[in-house]
Nanobody, 122 residues
Framework: VQLIESGGDLVRLGDSLKLSCVGS????????MGWFRQAPGNDREFVAA????????YYADSVQGRFTISRNKRINTVYLQMTNLKPEDTGIYYC????????????????WGQGTQVTVSS
């Protein structure tokens, strides 16, 4: 299984950025997909999750209203549109999946990508 993230960059306070993640190596039909992040010196934390059909979406409180998760099932891709970025959004963003539900993914993802760096300067 491979999850390849892209889109990370160095941006300024208030900027927007869109992350992408493409999955390969298995049949992702039915999988939930999502994002976690890890700031320097911190544990990895949940950011957003979306179920297979797209009807169930979860966000961390810290990003609610600023980040939007979406997916294209046809090409096994999940996106994270980030707006009004803050320095505390800085970290490595990991694409994750779970064969069950977005709720399960939020608790404990099954597969992880290698991550993409997002840095927000003030």
């Amino acid at each position: 299984v491979q999850l390849i993230e892209s889109g990370g960059d160095l941006v300024r306070l208030g900027d927007s950025l869109k992350l992408s993640c493409v999955g390969s190596g298995r049949n992702f039909s039915g999988d939930a997909m999502g994002w976690f992040r890890q700031a320097p010196g911190n544990d990895r934390e949940f950011v957003a999750a979306i179920n297979w059909g797209g009807a169930t979406i979860y966000y961390a409180d810290s990003v609610q209203g600023r980040f939007t998760i979406s997916r294209n099932k046809r090409i096994n891709t999940v996106y994270l549109q980030m707006t009004n970025l803050k320095p505390e959004d800085t970290g490595i963003y990991y694409c994750v999946t779970h064969r069950s539900s977005a709720k399960h993914l939020r608790a404990k993802p099954e597969y992880w990508g290698q991550g993409t760096q997002v840095t927000v300067s003030s």
